[in-house]
């Protein structure tokens, strides 16, 4: 990884890193939970820009804020104070219903102990989410599955699939809303090494075909892959850093 | 307070709805017991209290010479024996003549047996003979009291009577002429006690009634051997205190008590029981880690058990603690209630120790059983296996390869088929908590259901008359009768007690007299078919049967006081209330006495005023007595009223526990599964997708349920029939077409309802906390 600039503004970093046009921008956004004396600040005023296209890797360590800050941008979760945009949408003010809209149009989730529904095979863990948001093609399933290399396991249930396997299942279903964010967090964290590495590089080609994906972990290796890399520490960034030039996930070991 | 205890109430209160659910079933359930054991308890009390106060006799024998019969009885060890004389002479009461009943006591003093409790005027004066104490149920009626007068039919024309006093009869707590006639039209019978010399003059009788009282506590022994001796003495027929007509009534329906209290509190605790299994379970599953941790620190097995147990025993104790309070408050509102309506002179109200502790026990023992299959498997986790949180998933099963292939099924359908295997426990629980409600629904409408046919076939298809005249004899015709405007038809019938005697016993019961192409009286025999009367020979109600054991061409008594005839028994009837005999007039007026009267049947028009043909027939002169044979529907839709109230309770209680299992399943459903309901909702599925695809899997296990729901309920119901079936009734299970899809219809709509919380549930889940969580 080389990081080149540690303190640029949005706009110019977005030009740096070749993509222009904001995907995600947010201003003083704060998050707080509890109330009173046991009130927590997880995020401190985040002012934060992310281009269409990028790979950002949200680092930190436990309880730094960085999935708090993953969770408002994909809109399952809300600020305390602060404005968030995405696709040009606001969706800091937007109720329950709309914010359910929001995350069908434009946004796929990947998560750490991959949620699939166990009585459900391959296949239908990814037709699911089409049938219950209506949006995505279900004759496009096993297409979903045969890139991310599932091609002959999709009649397989989760119980019959290795943690990367399933992790896979994951990505596609992720994908099959078609969403122009895709957000991983700590895609690796419940895999060995090569299946770690495996699922990078599915990330990476994803991101490569136009998709901006952010994925959160305390993982600095996993960083490497990315071409931005935003550390957060106490609720607030306390790096902001462009890599020109990525490592491949199959050299990236932890 | 000891940390365990605080972690168990800490527990408890987290899962605070689902506790209160599998509290409320736990509390039904014992406030049921309670309540309807208590009622049995009381009223059997209150019955036995009105019974000794008044020296109910033990034993009541008809026919020969009474006094003697009387004196044999104290001979055979009866503790005390009076002769009276008892006859059933027409009345006229305000306008209404009706055929009553006239019973001798002594003036001045009360019986010794059987005797009346003064609630409105006097006991008769000494020496008096135009005073009459009347039955509550007839002064009610006709609502005349002390001061009042009414006329009695005496063999030289009609006496006039004054009415000392209004009392209550042991023998007509129900108001039941025999057992015939359990469900009588109220302006056709009332009951009148006159001074003993009073009745010999008007009927110029000798007693023709020994009455005995057996000593506290004698045997069955004791009580043969002086019915014996009062047969041996002359009796044509020892009635017993259970055969009696109000005594065997009211017995029917605290029979119904005592097996409400055993079946019903059973249903509610086992649902209860099921829940508490349900939930428990998913407790220990969440908390494996902190048993394994909890027992790699050195927590021995049998307390890790214990405390797991406790959390059972709480749950019952709350809610057996709730439904002691409410049993012991139902059970005094049932018992006042009852007694008031039937107008039980006592009313024991008592809350029995034993059953209070019983009620706490069967709740707390419910939540332990419930609690101790997790509680166990908890015990047996070993630390290492509890500390690893990520289970082992089992590959799937041949139902969910098979539902994998049923592409034609959209996704979120497969999702709900498979759901049915996925959690086993929890798919049995929501079905048990569906076949429970069911049975409890069934039972109590079927017991409804069934009455109400029986009492429409009787009163559609059997009794066709509209209503019975008695003249005095010749001295109004038939035709007379047929010309009164709005009666259709009329026939001669003849009506009499008789004592049908077999070789293995007696039965005193009415022998009806028909033509024999009647119109007035539909003869149906045990296979449905219709059956002619016989020109000799007699149809006979089909308890008969079993009572006498005797068989169609079998010969039997008939016994009178006119004398015995024999006569063949042609064939059995299927009729639902009482078991009478039937015969041709020319045979009937062969074996019954002459009464001075003439009998006929009346049917009326379309549409006829009933009211108004009372009035007119009655004003005839001749005419003694009428009974409206339809005015029994009112009596038995004021009887149904207190069945009608049983029935709603039911209902709601029935659906009350379907609610409350389902909504306990169901809620565990969405806890176990909050990170795929999560998973769903941050892609973006509204909220009503997924909680109709959760909705569905519930509402798969409940359908799936009700079809042996419905069978068992149907079973249930016919079983808890059959226990009424005596002489007094002949129920068959009978439904009305709407009553299976009915009550399948009201689970759906309980285990529909039961989707509100749950939808709640999903709607309060927390994506961003849960997404990130390991599946437990």
């Known amino acids: ?254 | 307070m000891q940390a365990r205890t605080h972690k168990t109430l800490r527990d408890l209160t987290r899962q605070k709805a689902q506790v209160i659910a599998v509290a409320v079933t736990i509390a039904l359930g014992v406030m049921m017991y309670i309540a309807t054991a208590g009622a049995y308890q009381n009223l059997s009390a209150s019955y036995d209290a009105t019974y000794d106060r008044l020296a109910f006799a033990d034993l009541v024998a008809s026919g020969g010479d009474a006094q003697a019969v009387a004196q044999a009885a104290l001979d055979a060890g009866a503790s005390e024996a009076i002769s009276r004389t008892q006859v059933d002479p027409p009345l006229l009461i305000e306008d209404t003549k009706l055929l009553g009943r006239v019973i001798s006591v002594p003036s001045g003093e009360h019986p010794s047996i059987d005797d009346v409790d003064v609630i409105d005027g006097d006991y008769l004066e000494d020496g008096v003979t135009d005073q009459v104490l009347l039955e509550r149920h007839a002064a009610e009626t006709f609502a005349i009291g002390p001061g009042d007068t009414l006329e009695v039919f005496a063999a030289d024309g009609w006496a006039t009577v004054t009415i000392a006093g209004v009392v209550d009869s042991p023998e007509y707590l129900w108001p039941a002429r025999s057992r015939q006639d359990i469900l009588g039209d109220p302006h056709a019978f009332a009951v009148v006690f006159a001074p003993e010399d009073a009745v010999a003059a008007w009927f110029a009788a000798d007693p023709n009634q020994a009455l005995a009282l057996l000593p506290n506590g004698a045997s069955d022994a004791t009580r043969d051997q002086v019915s014996d001796a009062m047969e041996a003495a002359g009796a044509s027929s020892v009635m017993t205190q259970e055969e009696q007509p109000s005594n065997a009534t009211l017995s029917e329906d605290l029979q119904g008590f005592d097996q409400m209290s055993k079946a019903f509190p059973a249903l509610f605790l086992i649902a209860a029981g099921v829940a508490a299994w349900v939930l428990l379970t998913r407790r220990i599953l969440q908390e494996k880690p902190v048993i394994g941790t909890l027992m790699a620190a050195g927590a021995r097995r049998g307390r890790v058990l214990r405390h797991y147990l406790g959390q059972g025993l709480w749950i019952g104790l709350i809610g057996s603690a709730l439904g002691v309070v409410l049993g012991v408050l139902a059970n005094s509102a049932i018992t006042t209630a009852y007694t008031g309506f039937i107008g039980v002179p006592d009313t024991v109200i008592q809350n029995y120790p034993w059953m209070i502790v019983a009620g706490l026990s069967f709740g707390a023992v419910v939540g332990a059983l419930g609690a101790l299959g997790p509680s166990v498997t908890a015990s047996r986790t070993a630390p290492a296996a509890a500390m690893r949180t990520q289970g082992t998933a089992k590959p799937p099963g041949a139902w969910s390869a098979f539902v994998a292939r049923q592409t034609w099924l959209p996704t979120s359908g497969r999702m709900a088929l498979r759901d049915l295997v996925r959690s086993k426990r929890r798919t049995f629980a929501t079905m048990l908590g569906t076949v429970l409600a069911l049975i409890m629904v069934l039972t109590s409408v079927g017991m409804l259901t069934s009455i109400m046919q029986a009492i429409d076939i009787q009163y559609e298809e059997i009794n066709l008359e509209d209503a019975t005249v008695v003249t005095q004899r010749d001295t109004v015709g038939a035709d007379a009768l047929a010309e009164v405007d709005g009666v259709a038809a009329v026939e001669t019938t003849h009506l009499g007690q008789v004592t049908v005697v077999g070789q293995n016993g007696s039965y005193a019961t009415a022998l009806h007299g028909f033509e024999p192409d009647t119109r007035m009286h539909g003869f149906v025999g045990l296979d449905g078919s219709r059956v002619e009367l016989p020109a000799e020979g007699i149809l006979a109600g089909q308890a008969l049967r079993d009572l006498l054991d005797v068989e169609a061409g079998d010969t039997v008594t008939l016994h009178t006081e006119a004398g015995d005839s024999d006569v063949t028994i042609a064939a059995f009837l299927d009729e639902p209330i009482g078991t009478a005999v039937y015969a041709t007039n020319a045979t009937a007026a062969s074996a019954l006495p002459d009464a001075g009267v003439d009998t006929f049947a009346l049917a009326f028009d379309e549409g006829a005023d009933r009211d108004g043909l009372r009035s007119t027939v009655t004003q005839i002169d001749g005419v003694v007595a009428y009974q409206d044979s339809r005015a029994i529907i009112a009596t038995i839709d004021e009887y149904l009223g207190l069945f009608w109230v049983f029935i709603g309770v039911m209902i709601v209680l029935g659906t009350v526990l379907a609610l409350a299992v389902m909504y306990v399943t169901m809620a565990v459903n969405v806890v176990e599964r909050t990170g795929e309901l999560a998973t769903l909702r941050a892609a973006g599925a509204p909220l009503r997708r997924v909680a109709g695809a959760i909705a569905t899997e519930n509402m798969l296990a409940t359908i799936v349920a009700i079809p042996v729901g419905l069978v068992l309920g149907v079973w249930s119901a016919s079983a808890f029939l059959q226990t009424f079936n005596d002489d007094l009734f002949t129920l068959e299970l009978r439904w009305a077409w709407w009553t299976l899809p009915a009550a399948a219809l009201g689970v759906v709509l309980a285990a529909l309802i039961s989707q509100w919380p749950a939808s709640r549930q999903i709607r309060k889940v927390d994506i961003a906390t849960v997404v990130r969580e390991r599946a437990a």
């Open chain 1, 1 to 254: 990884m080389t990081p080149t600039t540690t303190d640029a503004q949005p706009d110019e970093r977005a030009e740096r890193s070749g993509h222009t046009e904001p995907s995600v921008r947010t201003r003083g956004l704060t998050r707080i939970f509890g109330e009173g004396d046991a009130a927590v600040e997880a995020l401190k005023g985040i002012d934060l820009e992310i281009a269409s296209g990028e790979l950002v890797v949200i680092l930190g360590p436990s309880g730094s804020g960085k999935t708090t800050l993953c969770n408002i941008i994909g809109g399952i979760d809300r600020a305390s104070d602060g404005t968030v945009e995405v696709a040009g949408e606001d969706i800091s003010t937007e109720d329950p219903g709309r914010l359910s809209d929001f995350r069908r149009d434009h946004v796929g989730f990947i998560f750490q102990f991959f949620n699939l529904i166990p009585t459900l095979t391959a296949r239908e863990n990814v037709e699911v989410i089409i049938e219950m948001t209506g949006r995505g093609d279900k004759g496009r399933v096993p297409e979903l599955l045969e890139a991310v290399g599932l091609g002959d396991r999709v009649d397989n249930f989760p119980a019959q699939l290795s943690g990367g396997q399933q992790q896979r299942v994951a990505v596609a279903r992720a994908l099959a809303t078609d969403p122009e964010l895709l957000f991983a967090d700590e895609p690796t964290g419940a895999l060995d090494l090569p299946t770690g590495q495996q699922i990078l590089a599915l990330l990476q080609d994803l991101n490569a075909q136009g998709r901006t994906v952010i994925i959160v972990t305390h993982n600095s290796s996993v960083a490497q892959i990315a071409n931005r890399v935003l550390t957060l520490v106490d609720g607030r960034i306390e790096s902001d850093e462009t890599n020109t030039s990525p490592a491949a996930a199959a050299d990236v070991t932890w």
